[in-house]
């Protein structure tokens, strides 16, 4: 509604201004208008052909310039030409990465999470990364190591809490592999 009744008050403006220059003997129908930077939050816009003057806000527009700053210039008057830092946003993308967002400007990437593991109990532990506030119960991804003949030794990859040592697993009498570590126990002891 609000930028309805302001394009309705830039017609009747222009209307006027445009009756204003006939009446001037100088009749357009469009203005020809010219920019002067003011001041970091406005310049002045007169048309050449009618002195139709105003001061209006500056149409700002923003543009990557690295990994930390963006420059910031009026789409009009082309003042300003300031470099300003990035105001970063973090979002969850997937499991893998989260987006890193400039809400300024459109500089954006994506990163790798930081996860933190926190063990829950022996089959869970909590993943959380603390960038994008991602929170989760996933699985432990074991890690089998082989101690002796007869026992291995298992360790979640991500929280390392869980080091127990369990036997051999075979999946039947005359399997030769533990399944879990990988162990090859002899064939001739089977027997």
């Not at 008050?9 to 357009?28: N, Q, R, S, W, Y």
């Not at 300031?82 to 990163?111: G, M, Q």
């Not at 570590?181 to 064939?187: A, K, L, S």
Request: charged share 30%; net charge negative.
């Amino acid at each position: 509604m609000k930028k309805l009744i302001a394009g309705a008050v830039a017609i009747l403006m222009c209307t006027a201004a445009f009756a204003g220059c006939a009446d001037k003997g100088e009749p357009h129908t469009e203005h020809d208008f010219k920019y002067e930077y003011i001041d970091e939050g406005t310049h002045k816009v007169t048309c050449s052909g009618c002195n139709f003057e105003e001061t209006v806000a500056h149409d700002f527009k923003y543009e990557n310039v690295d990994e930390n700053t963006h420059k910031v210039t009026c789409g009009d008057c082309d003042g300003l030409g300031k470099t300003e830092s990035h105001d970063f946003a973090y979002e969850y993308s997937d499991e893998v990465n989260h987006k890193k967002s400039c809400t300024i400007c459109d500089k954006s990437e994506n990163l790798a999470h930081d996860y933190k593991y926190e063990f829950i109990d022996k089959s869970t532990h909590k993943r959380s990364c603390d960038i994008c506030n991602k929170v989760e119960t996933v699985a432990h991804d074991f890690e089998y190591e082989r101690i002796d003949d007869n026992t291995h030794k298992t360790t979640c990859t991500h929280c390392s809490e869980l080091n127990e040592t369990e036997a051999h697993d075979y999946t039947s009498e005359t399997d030769l592999t533990c399944d879990p570590c990988g162990n090859m126990r002899d064939w001739y002891k089977l027997a």
